[in-house]
Nanobody
Framework: QLQLVESGGGLVQPGGSLRLSCAAS????????IGWFRQAPGKEREWVSC????????NYAGSVKGRFTISRDNAKNTVYLQMNNLKPEDTAIYYCAADKITTYGCSSWYRQYDYWGQGTQVTVSA
């Protein structure tokens, strides 16, 4: 059974850091482009970042560029999202997703992704 599981969310003060993990079971993450998305209450799902499967190239939404870093650990079959200098507006449920089609680069379009995790809550508040 193909499964993605996010972890690492929690409550953090503004300016703090969290590292989210996206662990896969039943398939090899290296064979997929991986994206991170988030959804805040009352708002639409928002693309955050992604990493390609071909050359590990990365992309970031403007709102997180310079603060968030996406990376892979192939030995652990896990993708990470390091989040620094967190702001209250980063509060959301964060989801990772796997795209089996895109070979070069990675997509910011959520419908491109085939498999999704259950999400992990990130709350940034004083």
């Amino acid at each position: 059974q193909l499964q993605l599981v996010e972890s690492g969310g929690g409550l953090v003060q503004p300016g703090g850091s969290l590292r989210l993990s996206c662990a896969a079971s039943g398939f090899i993450l290296l064979d997929y482009a991986i994206g991170w998305f988030r959804q805040a209450p009352g708002k639409e799902r928002e693309w955050v970042s992604c990493i390609s499967r071909s050359d590990d190239s990365t992309n970031y939404a403007g709102s997180v560029k310079g603060r968030f870093t996406i990376s892979r650990d192939n030995a652990k079959n896990t993708v990470y999202l390091q989040m620094n200098n967190l702001k209250p507006e980063d509060t959301a449920i964060y989801y990772c997703a796997a795209d089996k089609i895109t070979t070069y680069g990675c997509s910011s379009w959520y419908r491109q992704y085939d498999y999704w995790g259950q999400g992990t809550q990130v709350t940034v508040s004083a």
